[in-house]
């Protein structure tokens, strides 16, 4: 009885919304927020509630949304008390989608108990990289099959030359490559391109595999139809779309996830296949947009607190709050990078709790992270820079690789960036390899500490040739074999990408050396323009890949500003033809020097090659010089002084004339060359081919059918090319005949 007296007294006390200005203190509370963490959407105060000192206010999901340390909440909490009390004595509890904003700091901020930990698989074999972790990652949507419409068509609209379906795989490739390198298992449930000679196959859409949904590579790989085609329960939000392709896709993948890792959410009846996943990835675009040409949407991530039957804990009794902490580690890491590499004002969005089928399905671990919206402007202008799209993926591997470590309590060392500085040179028999290990500015501890030498002879398979502490390797050449030769830096951590391949080979002994230097280092997007009226890439221009990717689907043809989005078959602003979507483009290999020497070999040349970067000055004796500059920046290639010493030139951009052909054909010496000019799976293109102008003295010795402009000009031994060889089909050809041409 008198227990229950007190409480009456207690709620009593308690005074009602209506003595505080709710707007007032929302707007606060909002200013707070965009000022110190560039949050968006608008606070607002729903409920505010006070006994004396004590008070607590209750509010929408947008402060659960931010990613809060402790010092900011003891902040905030100090400032409402200063708004509502006048002094900082107010004891405040503050509110946000259900949760005490407190209850939300991450473990990126203050680690959890050990018995809070998510329990991580093969922990005994981590060591201080990511050994022994199985990684369930994919891009987003895909070409799936529309019912209602009778065709199959791409999921998302088609913009900026490319669509979100597959310009996601472009990251998710990279991110595997690097989760891979640290020791890492990565697993897809769409088709992954370069793992699967299948994922290159068309599939049932009439698009290669791997550009179609998950479903469809779930049902082609023998998953149990419950996985990818799954009879939706009761409590589903998505029953009413049983049988729907679009819908299925979605749900697929985390019913996958479950699948794998031991069971159904569909059937518990039915077995799984036991890998243990730590976590899953779902890597997208968004859609979102605001007016703007330098106005940034940034990066969102996206957990889900409750599971698929409404739970919120995973099937070892974790809360799933631990999937906020794999958020805000992989956003705070992807905006970071960002921010200090890129763009100062790259924005950090909501880290939201969202019931998405993507995230809500997975019983393990999951995120599913947003990194820009296709759809702005100024935000796929850094999307389509290949570099950009590289440094997030390492951003997104650090940020998993990260959160995996926090689990354990272990030190987590980043993997080495590629060295550079590539060169080989021959000493009598003797080749003698060296390179530079390159400084990683956003991580002091990714430094390597060994390199491993990899060669292969003759175009065979790679074979470890040595493990070595230093920047300098020498080993014996035998006669007449090429060498193929590329280094990869190592820590710790796990292993760089590898570096360029460099070449070179000791043919008959009365032939002297040729030389043969990249500079062909490029890689980039697109040319942009942009008006008061119009803007986006212009139709000459084509991204140069890094490697190669399938993200280029076909030119813009809308520029015009001023139409809207109404729907993805008519998305206005920026839309592009689709008649290269599942095309692969091959943008800079980094391996010319191999085209060349195998063209060397065949003639009984000797040869060498080094990167342009490595090189200094030419010296000594060489039949040749040849210098590859593929379609790198003509103010990018350094001059090196060859007097007396034929040389060989070609690149795109070593003319006067631009857009000098239409059709790429090239009139050489009596045999026609054809120049590939959009992007495709087999060779580097040319979109915009120079021409020349040949001066006094100067002999024209190749010209462009369709327009009669020189493309090729003699002058005394330097024959130089105004495009890139290596996009030629005809290249073994064109490249004997110009050897010929400058040692006759």
């Known amino acids: 009885m008198k227990r229950l007296f007190l409480a009456i007294l207690i709620i009593g006390a308690v005074q009602s919304a209506g003595a505080y200005n709710m707007k007032e203190l929302g707007d606060s509370l909002d200013a707070w927020a965009g000022f110190n963490l560039g949050c968006v959407p608008k606070v607002k105060v729903t409920q505010v509630k006070s006994n004396k000192d004590l008070l607590w206010v209750y509010t929408n999901k947008v402060?659960?949304?931010?990613?809060?340390?402790?010092?900011?909440?003891?902040?905030?909490?100090?400032?409402?008390?200063?708004?509502?009390?006048?002094?900082?004595?107010?004891?405040?509890?503050?509110?946000?989608?259900?949760?005490?904003?407190?209850?939300?700091?991450?473990?990126?901020?203050?680690?959890?108990?050990?018995?809070?930990r998510y329990p991580i698989p093969n922990k005994g074999q981590l060591g201080q990289s990511l050994n022994g972790q199985y990684?369930?990652?994919?891009?987003?949507?895909?070409?799936?099959?529309?019912?209602?419409?009778?065709?199959?068509?791409?999921?998302?609209?088609?913009?900026?030359?490319?669509?979100?379906?597959?310009?996601?795989?472009?990251?998710?490739?990279?991110?595997?490559?690097?989760?891979?390198?640290?020791?890492?298992?990565?697993?897809?449930?769409?088709?992954?391109?370069?793992?699967?000679?299948?994922?290159?196959?068309?599939?049932?859409?009439?698009?290669?595999?791997?550009?179609?949904?998950?479903?469809?590579?779930?049902?082609?790989?023998?998953?149990?139809?419950?996985?990818?085609?799954?009879?939706?329960?009761?409590?589903?939000?998505?029953?009413?779309?049983?049988?729907?392709?679009?819908?299925d896709d979605l749900r697929c993948r985390g019913l996958w996830v479950n699948w794998l890792s031991g069971g159904s959410v569909v059937n518990p009846n039915q077995a799984g296949q036991h890998i243990p996943v730590t976590a899953c990835l779902a890597v997208h675009t968004d859609g979102y947009s605001q007016e703007g040409d330098s106005l940034i949407i940034g990066t969102l991530a996206i957990y889900s607190r409750q599971d698929n039957n409404h739970r919120t804990v995973f099937a070892n009794g974790c809360d799933r709050l631990l999937n906020r902490d794999l958020a805000d580690y992989v956003q705070t890491q992807v905006v970071a990078d960002i921010q200090r590499k890129y763009a100062p004002n790259w924005k950090r969005r909501q880290l939201q709790n969202a019931g998405y089928a993507e995230s809500r399905y997975p019983v393990i671990p999951t995120l599913l992270l947003e990194i820009l919206s296709h759809k702005q402007f100024a935000d796929i202008r850094y999307g389509m820079q290949p570099a950009f799209r590289k440094d997030v993926a390492r951003a997104i591997y650090k940020g998993v690789g990260r959160w995996i470590h926090a689990q354990t309590g272990t030190e987590f060392i980043v993997q080495p960036l590629p060295v550079h500085d590539m060169a080989v040179r021959l000493d009598?028999?003797?080749?003698?390899?060296?390179?530079?290990?390159?400084?990683?500015?956003?991580?002091?501890?990714?430094?390597?500490?060994?390199?491993?030498?990899?060669?292969?002879?003759?175009?065979?398979?790679?074979?470890?040739?040595?493990?070595?502490?230093?920047?300098?390797?020498?080993?014996?050449?035998?006669?007449?074999?090429?060498?193929?030769?590329?280094?990869?830096?190592?820590?710790?951590?796990?292993?760089?990408?590898?570096?360029?391949?460099?070449?070179?080979?000791?043919?008959?002994?009365?032939?002297?050396?040729?030389?043969?230097?990249?500079?062909?280092?490029?890689?980039?997007?697109?040319?942009?323009?942009?008006?008061?009226?119009?803007?986006?890439?212009?139709?000459?221009?084509?991204?140069?890949?890094?490697?190669?990717?399938?993200?280029?689907?076909?030119?813009?043809?809308?520029?015009?500003?001023?139409?809207?989005?109404?729907?993805?078959?008519?998305?206005?602003?920026?839309?592009?033809?689709?008649?290269?979507?599942?095309?692969?483009?091959?943008?800079?290999?980094?391996?010319?020097?191999?085209?060349?020497?195998?063209?060397?070999?065949?003639?009984?040349?000797?040869?060498?090659?080094?990167?342009?970067?490595?090189?200094?000055?030419?010296?000594?004796?060489?039949?040749?010089?040849?210098?590859?500059?593929?379609?790198?920046?003509?103010?990018?290639v350094p001059a090196f002084g060859t007097t007396g010493i034929p040389t060989l030139v070609s690149g795109a951009y070593l003319g006067a004339i631009?857009?000098?052909?239409?059709?790429?054909?090239?009139?050489?010496?009596?045999?026609?060359?054809?120049?590939?000019?959009?992007?495709?799976?087999?060779?580097?293109?040319?979109?915009?081919?120079?021409?020349q102008i040949a001066r006094k003295n100067q002999q024209t010795v190749a010209y462009f059918k369709d327009s009669g402009v020189p493309v090729a000009v003699l002058d005394g031994n330097c024959l130089t090319w105004s495009i890139p060889l290596e996009a030629c089909d005809e290249f073994e050809q064109i490249y004997r005949k110009s050897i010929e041409t400058i040692l006759k």
């Open 428 to 636: 009598n028999d003797v080749l003698h390899v060296s390179w530079t290990a390159t400084t990683d500015s956003l991580e002091a501890g990714a430094a390597p500490n060994y390199y491993i030498v990899e060669v292969r002879e003759n175009g065979g398979t790679w074979q470890q040739s040595a493990r070595v502490k230093s920047d300098r390797y020498s080993f014996n050449a035998k006669q007449g074999v090429r060498y193929d030769i590329r280094v990869t830096a190592g820590n710790n951590g796990g292993t760089s990408e590898p570096s360029e391949i460099i070449t070179a080979c000791r043919n008959i002994a009365d032939r002297p050396t040729v030389l043969i230097i990249n500079a062909f280092n490029r890689t980039d997007g697109p040319e942009w323009f942009a008006d008061s009226l119009n803007a986006g890439i212009r139709s000459y221009s084509t991204a140069i890949a890094d490697g190669e990717d399938g993200i280029y689907i076909g030119e813009q043809w809308e520029f015009n500003r001023a139409l809207d989005w109404i729907s993805d078959d008519d998305c206005g602003w920026g839309m592009c033809y689709r008649d290269r979507t599942g095309m692969r483009q091959v943008g800079n290999t980094h391996d010319y020097t191999v085209l060349h020497g195998k063209v060397l070999q065949q003639l009984g040349y000797s040869f060498v090659s080094t990167n342009s970067s490595a090189l200094d000055s030419i010296n000594g004796d060489y039949a040749l010089v040849d210098l590859i500059c593929g379609r790198e920046h003509k103010n990018a």
């Open 135 to 247: 990684i369930a990652l994919w891009p987003s949507h895909g070409v799936y099959y529309n019912r209602d419409e009778n065709r199959w068509k791409l999921q998302r609209a088609t913009m900026w030359t490319t669509v979100e379906d597959l310009y996601s795989t472009a990251y998710a490739e990279q991110i595997s490559r690097a989760l891979e390198r640290a020791g890492a298992t990565v697993i897809w449930p769409r088709a992954r391109y370069g793992k699967d000679e299948a994922a290159a196959q068309i599939g049932p859409s009439g698009y290669p595999r791997w550009a179609e949904g998950a479903r469809y590579w779930l049902e082609y790989q023998g998953v149990p139809d419950s996985v990818w085609n799954p009879v939706t329960d009761k409590n589903d939000p998505l029953k009413d779309s049983v049988r729907n392709d679009y819908l």
């Open 63 to 116: 402060l659960s949304c931010l990613s809060l340390s402790p010092a900011q909440v003891t902040e905030l909490r100090r400032k409402v008390s200063i708004w509502v009390f006048g002094n900082t004595r107010g004891k405040v509890t503050i509110y946000s989608d259900g949760f005490e904003i407190g209850e939300l700091i991450t473990d990126r901020y203050k680690s959890r108990p050990q018995a809070q």
């Open 658 to 691: 631009p857009r000098a052909s239409r059709t790429g054909e090239v009139c050489y010496e009596g045999i026609t060359c054809h120049l590939a000019t959009q992007p495709n799976p087999k060779r580097l293109n040319c979109p915009d081919p120079t021409g």
